[in-house]
């Protein structure tokens, strides 16, 4: 249609385009440019708007995307890696996993509640967008000191949120993380991530075919929540972001109930040519997306766009982030059936506009042009940066000779136990619904990951997230590796094969080169970590800019994981639940002491570098401990992780109510390294019979030692310590309610 | 036994009972849509668990006025059996079916988690295949489901032998840690005067399979299949 090239008119009180509105945009003077280039004239207000989200960090990743292209997305698994709104891997049968991991961390800190509860949400939509039913969820939460005054408030309002909207859609959340740390003071982080299982021939994408086709907006009114969170999310904060508390979302987990619903039964018909979510930049990133991926046009009448305000205009409309709202391109004639379904389900439906073959983003209202936006360009043209960055230089090893015994023994156990980081997170968990569906095998607390049964069949996914930011601070590369190596290990430990990751990459300014330096080792790390292990990326976010008032976060490259369990009446937990049993040490012990656990909390000190990862190590061991689970040799597995070994075992006491004794080997270097050093690639097993799976091991080439035995109600460590079960637990479960029951 | 299972708007656990169902009776139950002002015949009628039309308003209120439950309430006085279960507790005593109300949790918190109950008696549709005190291991998931009642209402109900279930200790003994919400005389459930309907917050539901969460609820719907087979 001629009338595509013709200049947009310009609406009423529309000002005019000057250097201060475009740097309230977010685009840099040199971005202007090349937008100037693009359009070849100036843009109106609204096309500015679509710029500057569409080439905003959070939807462009201009600064991380050279670095992304590093890891390894593909094995023959995978159906579906990074570009879509979630990954997907073949779990057999004609199954497929869908899954993601998201941040909602800027939002979270300005309003907990629905911050956090929009974070979820924005992630369930990633994936019942692709036709998967969602049948976890998990999330990954970093706080302040708990001394900070925030630090109380931001914990109770996102874990009251996450519940909110996940209990309400009814979707169990089985898994997580929860730290704490002076460097998040300002800047927490909210990482959600959810997991959905589809028919592998039934996986609905993003790209528009069909000239003429229908584009249909189903769900939520918009409103005037959410305008620029892409842009607000991709700049550092100072002390006066409160003020936009205004650019937060507000989510209705029952409106998205209804959603999830009518679009499942929308994709069980044939009507649906390309489906994506209003997520970050709403109606600008899902119509443009939808186009560019088809190499197509699109034309939006944008006053038939449903709105819950009057007096909205066309900026308004294109930037909002109202919730619970998708885009759909239909087969031409099945308006009337998609229509009755979303009417069914008591939800907005309108043809807001069609594809067309120009290639252009067309924007009208009430007949006028006033967005006309070449959509080639606009994607192909995106800034792309290779930001300068200098290398973390890995720090001096902490020498455990160095490193005095505690004085009392009982005392340093009980002090790790119920450290903020490893005191146990049940009032959180409790929070949410960790069983509606009825598939949880592995709950909270109960193992390494959680164990959740594929609906209808003997399978079952294992799931976790970790990352252990103090060894990414210390030396990013060693930090990768380890979360994506820490993740394998959780899984394995349940019996479950280690299929594939989610990534979010939450990480300070990247315009400083020691923060990109920061991300460009992580990714290195992690790289390897993916090929040792065969254990692509599919899908992922990354979100920069994490940082107040110039102070960063510590890099957490989170690592949402997912294996797969042919019979989840094979899986272990690492609760210890009968006397009796051996328990087997798998690995080589140092007694690694550097930015331990035990350092920070008995010692005060947060140095040295940080365990290395042999990743050849790791795969060896945790193939032979898989290939034990699978061979029944295993009753409990837990890997060795923040805390080392002694906390571990007393995990899987207090877990099980059962108690041990173990010695100490008279041939280890220092007892404190022997008992809370960090060295990775390390389980600790239960078993009925030790001499089997001993021989098995040397077979393998693999280190173990039967270090002590279950049973009692105490735990002791031979001439050290005994700790009766009890006050064990006490100290375990009291630090975060008593923390969270404390007076403000 | 033909099992109807309502379903509203927002419902969640329609699919975990309806599973249940059809562990036990190896038969598909018939789904009911919350507009349907007539369904067919059925031996069961089940309110599920969700959170119907969001809990806005307050839970259960907007649901029991729905043209299904208009149905509902004519069965249930003519003795088709109903079962509410968590927010399907909360509807039908919002919907009159039994008395007393659901408030919030006492720690004003969503608890999840397993709890015990002690049967407080074996003689009903519901509750056949346990003991009167036995005590089974279910899991609770709410955020309002704290019982009360008057003292003159809850007095009624002890005598008249309508409390069903109670949350107690492993051991079965009240008035520890128990109860998890707060609810007055520690009830978990209770049935109406004919004992033909059951409303209760814990999830039998999610107690059928030794793996998942133990078995312990199964025996209710064993029960109400024996019972109405």
Redesign the interface.
Known sequence: MSSERNPPVKLPNEPAITPAIVAEHGLAPDEYQRLLRIMGRDPTLVELGIFSAMWSEHCSYKSSKVWLKKLPTEAPWVIQGPGENAGVIDIGDGEACVFKMESHNHPSYIEPYQGAATGVGGILRDVFTMGARPIANLNALRFGDPAHPKTRHLVSGVV?GI??YG????IPTVGGETNFHAAYNGNILVNAMTVGVAQADRIFYARATGVGNPLVYVGSKTGRDGIHGATMSSTEFSEDSESKRPTVQVG????E??LLEACLELMATDAIVAIQDMGAAGLTSSSFEMAAKGDLGVEVELDRVPMRETGMNPYELMLSESQERMLIVLKPGREELARKIFEK??LDFAVIGRLTDSGRMVLRWHGDVVGNIPIPPLVTEAPMYKRPWTPTPLPAQVQSASVSDPKDWKASLLRLMSCPDLASKAWI?????????????IRPQDGDAALV?VPGSQKALALTSDCTPRYVQAHPETGGRQAVAEAWRNITATGALPLAITDNMNFGNPQKPEIMGQFAGAITGMAEACRALDFPVVSGNVSLYNETEGRPILPTPTIGAVGLLQD??RGVGARLTQGGLALVLIGRTTGWLGQSLALRELHGREDGAPPPVDLALERRNGDFVRSRIAARDVVACHDLSDGGLLVALAEMCVAGGTGATIEVPPDAAMRQGWLYGEDQARYLIATRDAAPLLEAAHAAGVEARRIGVSGGDTLAVRGLLEIGLAELRSAHEEWLPAYMNAAA | MKAAVLVFPGSNREGDIARAIELVTARKPQMVWHGDGDFDAADLIVVPGGFSYGDYLRCGAMAAQSPVMAEVKRRAARGVPVLGVCNGFQIITEAGLLPGVLMRNRQLKFICGDVHLRVETGQSLFTNRYQSGQVIRVPVAHAEGNYFADAETLRRLEDRGQVAFRYCAPDGTRGGTGNPNGSINDIAGVFNEGKTVLGMMPHPENAIEPLFGGGDGRGLFEGLVEALS
Do not use: S
Request: charged share 20%.
């Open positions: 009251a519940a909110g209990n309400c859609m009814g209705d987990p029952f409106v109930k209804l389900w008591e968990w409790k929070q949410y619904d960790h069983l509606i569906m009825g598939n949880t095998a049964r989840v009446a």
